[in-house]
């Protein structure tokens, strides 16, 4: 079985503040992993995804994660917040072999940018 | 431009009335997903379905029941709706290979009184 934690369920920066939501999961098996963004009265979409390769990557909107398979955790970071950045955000990860049933969800992080 | 599209944004039904929550997506996706989010709790699957009338239990499917008769159709049914079943109901669909995203719909926020 997977899990994952995202241990902060809130989130406050200033405007134009360093930020990192943190993430950490739990397999038995090599996984894919993802974070999504939640934007207020909307549905989830993806932000950004792991799945081989290098363990840095990146979205359009300059956030960024890394895979550290050592400790287990793909910390979403971004170096400068925006107000339009407030969102709840969503680590999920799955395991490749098991279908995409598997994908689990953590109990999300809601960002909050204070002007 | 994908889309999933899920009948309704908000309902409000009565404790016991058998109630139909509807997805509908374009994208030709062979899986397609029922989720509910409570706050604390994140988004919890409740079934999944891989094929037309194929439906698998995901981890709460308790007082839930499903219907896949068309690709691009996928329904949530409560058999008699309870108040703890209050929730946000998120509809998703994704490709069969998991290296894929899943698409969401914009939810349908579901209160029982």
């Known amino acids: 079985a997977q899990s994952v934690t995202q241990l902060d369920s809130q989130v406050p920066v200033f405007e134009e503040a360093p930020v990192e939501l943190r993430c950490n999961y739990s397999?038995?098996?090599?996984?894919?992993l993802f974070w999504y963004v939640q934007y207020p009265n909307q549905g989830l979409q993806l932000l950004l995804k792991?799945?081989?390769?290098?363990?840095l990557v990146e979205s359009i909107n300059g956030f960024e994660a890394e895979f550290n398979k050592s400790q287990t955790s793909f910390h979403l970071r971004k170096p400068s917040v925006h107000i339009s950045d407030t969102a709840e955000y969503f680590c999920a990860v799955s395991a490749p072999n098991f279908g995409n049933e598997k994908l689990t969800f953590g109990t999300g992080t809601r960002l909050t940018i204070i002007p | 431009d994908v889309k999933v599209t899920q009948s309704s944004r908000y309902l409000v039904k009565r404790t016991g009335e058998k109630v139909f929550l509807e997805c509908v997506q374009d994208?030709?996706?062979?899986?397609m997903f029922w989720y509910r989010q409570d706050p604390g709790l994140g988004l919890r699957l409740i079934y999944f379905s891989y094929d037309v009338k194929m439906k698998e239990k995901g981890d709460i499917p308790e007082g839930y029941s499903v219907s896949r008769e068309k690709k691009e159709r996928f329904s949530l049914i409560l058999e008699s709706a309870s108040t703890n079943q209050t929730s946000m109901y998120l509809c998703?669909?994704?490709?069969?290979?998991?290296?894929?995203?899943?698409?969401f719909g914009q939810g349908t926020r579901l209160t029982v009184v």
């Open positions: 397999s038995s098996v090599s996984v894919y």
């Open positions: 998703a669909s994704s490709l069969l290979q998991t290296d894929t995203e899943a698409f």
């Open positions: 792991y799945l081989s390769g290098s363990t």
């Open positions: 994208m030709d996706h062979e899986n």
